[in-house]
């Protein structure tokens, strides 16, 4: 994974901040977030921290990292700013399952570093900036009673991995352990690919 890159090479890039798994030394990063494979693209862009109070939560039999779209509640969550390709936005959204379990949602968090991603170079320390986030939506209401945390570490947090399930983990029903669960997956994309009626 490159520190930052002079150009980015695979076409439009984005922000996203992550605050569990996929950071640095979480046991997401090197299969997800540092995955150089199939033309993904990633670069480190700095720490930072979200703007105003959010419930980071730690939920479900693996004891997943969730962070709840519910504003001046929690707390400030700390976390990593990735610049990434449209290769690796499309595989971190399927490692999250989104739209299924997560939503991407347009977020904005302030650096807590100098900027180094080929697009943020010349961001500093406490500048604010337009990113994107994995927000738990449509959650239990019990799911917002559980602890509130400012940062996510693995080892600290009893996180359960695919590797440690060898490789057979229900994530279906972790996730309606915690969250109103609509349709399977492959039932929503399966209706969004039928051909529209108006048209």
């Not at 180094?116 to 738990?136: E, I, M, N, Q």
């Not at 309606?176 to 039928?194: C, I, T, W, Y």
């Amino acid at each position: 994974m490159s520190s930052g890159p002079s150009s980015t090479s695979g076409g439009a890039t984005h922000l996203i901040f992550v605050y569990g798994t996929l950071m640095r030394g979480q046991p997401n990063f090197e299969p997800f977030t540092a995955d150089r494979s199939h033309g993904r693209m990633s670069w480190f862009a700095g720490a930072a921290e979200t703007l105003i109070s959010y419930p980071l939560v730690v939920a479900s039999r693996y004891n997943i990292p969730m962070l709840l779209p519910v504003e001046d509640q929690g707390k400030k969550v700390q976390g990593e700013l990735f610049e990434i390709n449209d290769a690796m936005l499309e595989h971190m959204d399927s490692l999250e399952g989104c739209p299924r379990y997560y939503e991407r949602c347009p977020f904005k968090v302030r650096l807590l570093a100098d900027a180094t991603s080929p697009s943020l170079k010349s961001r500093r320390a406490g500048d604010v900036v337009d990113c994107h986030v994995y927000f738990l939506t449509d959650f239990k209401p019990e799911t917002l009673n559980r602890p509130w945390f400012s940062t996510f570490v693995a080892a600290e947090m009893g996180y359960v991995s695919v590797a440690d399930c060898g490789g057979n983990r229900d994530i279906e029903g972790a996730f309606a352990e915690v969250k109103v669960l609509g349709k399977p997956m492959d039932e929503r994309l399966l209706e969004l690919r039928q051909p529209r009626s108006d048209k």
